[in-house]
């Protein structure tokens, strides 16, 4: 399997994340995060219970995605 096939895959793959992982993901801390979502600067999680509140990786990946192609700009 190739390096390439693998990093499809993996983005490809729709998962709901914590605030741990998409802090992980991101190289941001968990402050940071809700901070940015407060401000719109971030996707907004799902609340899918009273405790549990999840992103979708999708919506983080394209976040990801569009912080590089503003840093080209």
Known sequence: ???Q???DIAVSAR????V???AARIGRGS???WAAVRR???PAP???SPRCTRWDSRAVDQWIEQQFSEESK
Not at 15 to 18: G, H, L, N, V
């Open 15 to 18: 998962r709901m994340e914590d």
């Open 46 to 48: 799902r609340r899918l």
């Open 1 to 3: 399997m190739s390096n």
């Open 31 to 33: 402050s940071w995060i």
């Open 20 to 22: 741990r992982q998409v």
């Open 40 to 42: 719109g600067d971030f």
């Open 5 to 7: 096939y693998a990093v």
